[in-house]
């Protein structure tokens, strides 16, 4: 019910946003990132969706496809949640923050960042938040290569050798 209503009213309010396919997935709403900004305050302060809480944001290599970020949403005052998913090219993997609209954005976008290499445009502080500022990459993606070495440290290949 609440994915029709979000569905409906994302419609109505930001017409040509939701990425129209001829079988609408039931589980997750799929969007253009073009008024990303605006749809997540949207989203949070409308009285009768009020996501008041980002539960997760994530990255997703899909290959050929492009990746996708998708983030979760709970409504605290009416017990409902819901995903939005947006894809980003994976040459150019950028997509307006959301960090000033949810704070625990703040460490949910740096994650996503320091694994995949997506900025997210008007974040405060995009930095990584898991690796060294110096590490070469994104380890998450599916091109992803590890270093041999860093600052002369062998990286183990092998799982088996971290147990």
């Known amino acids: ?4 209503q979000v569905l409906k009213c994302l419609r109505e309010k930001f017409p040509g946003s939701i990425v129209e396919t001829e079988e609408m997935p039931a589980d997750f709403i799929p969007i253009y990132q073009k008024n990303w900004a605006e749809i997540a305050a949207f989203l949070r302060d ?3 969706l009020r996501f008041d809480s980002l539960q997760c944001i994530t990255g997703v290599d899909l ?3 492009g990746m996708d970020v998708r983030y979760n949403f709970h409504s605290m005052t009416h017990l409902h949640k819901i995903e939005i998913r947006i894809s ?3 040459e150019n993997p950028k997509i307006p923050s959301i960090e000033q609209i949810w ?3 703040d460490w949910f976008e740096r994650e996503v960042y320091d694994m995949y290499g997506i900025i ?6 995009l930095r ?3 690796l060294p500022d110096d590490w070469e990459g994104w380890p998450l993606r599916k091109d992803y ?5 860093f600052h002369g440290i062998v990286v183990p290949k092998v799982k088996e050798e971290w147990e």
Request: aromatic share 4%; hydrophobic share 25%.
């Open 63 to 65: 290959g050929e496809e």
């Open 46 to 48: 409308d009285p009768d």
């Open 103 to 105: 704070r625990v954005g």
């Open 128 to 130: 990584r938040i898991l």
């Open 145 to 149: 290569e590890t270093q041999e070495t």
């Open 1 to 4: 019910m609440i994915h029709e």
């Open 88 to 90: 980003v090219d994976s």
């Open 120 to 125: 997210f445009d008007g974040h405060r502080d």
